[in-house]
């Protein structure tokens, strides 16, 4: 979702999404609206995943403080950054996230402390493995403690391979197919973007769990021609 547009969100649980991912790498919206966001999601009883900006721990401190169910972390390149991203989304002792039980994501104090920061481990933590540095160091980035899913991005993986915007090409697809193989090894979900139906039924067939699916304005953009062109032919 890279609108900032609450219906956007509870429109997409309506259909029947598995989660919407909130997008403030690329999107234009605030932390302001994001609890916003976030409301919507959890009105149509569709996971809400927040994708933080890249670089400073407070963006996953906020993002879970309004109450984001997972977190996910772009530009991932080596083990060291991997267990700092984890640690920004956990409390003590697995992490160093700040505590205060009086946030949306805790009732505003409704949720006892106890409960609270104990329920708030279980949080997912996505980490974004996105160019061929990532993929040189996947064995040990795979090997941090705490990552529930490598989220591998086609886009920034063509880029990093020299064939950028090819994501169909078979050296993106066989890297991808590589990054999946290693990861089952070491029991880590892989999640991966799909821009057409297509081509996230041939990631899931590859072994891919966790699939990111297109973005709110494509999918209006697209649904909208198929309809425009219909209307002129007829």
């Given at each position: 979702m890279i609108t900032a547009d609450p219906a956007f969100v509870e429109a997409a649980g309506y259909a029947g999404y598995d989660f919407v991912l909130l997008d403030m790498e690329h999107g234009p919206?605030?932390?302001?609206?994001?609890?916003?966001?976030?409301?919507a999601a959890n009105v149509a009883d569709v996971?809400?995943?927040?994708?933080?900006?890249?670089?400073?721990?407070?963006?996953?401190?906020?993002?879970?403080?309004?109450?984001?169910?997972?977190?996910m972390i772009?530009?991932?390149?080596?083990?060291?950054?991997?267990?700092?991203?984890?640690?920004?989304?956990?409390?003590?002792p697995k992490g160093n996230r700040?505590?205060?039980r009086f946030v949306r994501s805790a009732g505003y104090g409704a949720v006892l402390g106890a409960r609270y920061f104990s329920e708030a481990q279980d949080t997912v933590v996505i980490l974004q493995a996105?160019?061929?540095?990532?993929?040189?160091?996947?064995d040990e980035i795979?090997?941090?403690?705490?990552?529930?899913?490598?989220?591998?991005?086609?886009?920034?993986?063509?880029?990093?391979?020299g064939i950028i915007g090819q994501i169909d090409h078979p050296m993106?697809?066989?890297?991808?197919?590589?990054?999946?193989n290693r990861a089952a090894?070491?029991?880590?979900?892989?999640?991966?973007?799909?821009?057409?139906?297509?081509?996230?039924?041939?990631l899931r067939k590859m072994g891919v769990k966790f699939l990111g699916y297109s973005c709110d304005t494509a999918i209006f953009l697209n649904a909208a021609m198929k309809d425009v062109e219909m209307y002129r032919e007829g």
């Open positions: 919206g605030t932390f302001e609206n994001l609890q916003n966001l976030i409301r996971m809400p995943v927040v994708r933080v900006p890249r670089g400073t721990d407070i963006w996953i401190d906020q993002a879970l403080d309004v109450g984001a169910g997972g977190i772009p530009q991932i390149d080596n083990a060291e950054q991997a267990r700092v991203a984890v640690a920004a989304a956990k409390f003590s700040g505590t205060c996105e160019g061929k540095k990532a993929v040189e160091n996947l795979l090997d941090v403690e705490g990552i529930d899913i490598i989220f591998v991005g086609p886009y920034d993986l063509s880029s990093s391979l993106v697809m066989d890297a991808i197919q590589d990054i999946v090894k070491k029991n880590v979900k892989i999640g991966c973007f799909a821009d057409t139906a297509e081509s996230a039924v041939r």
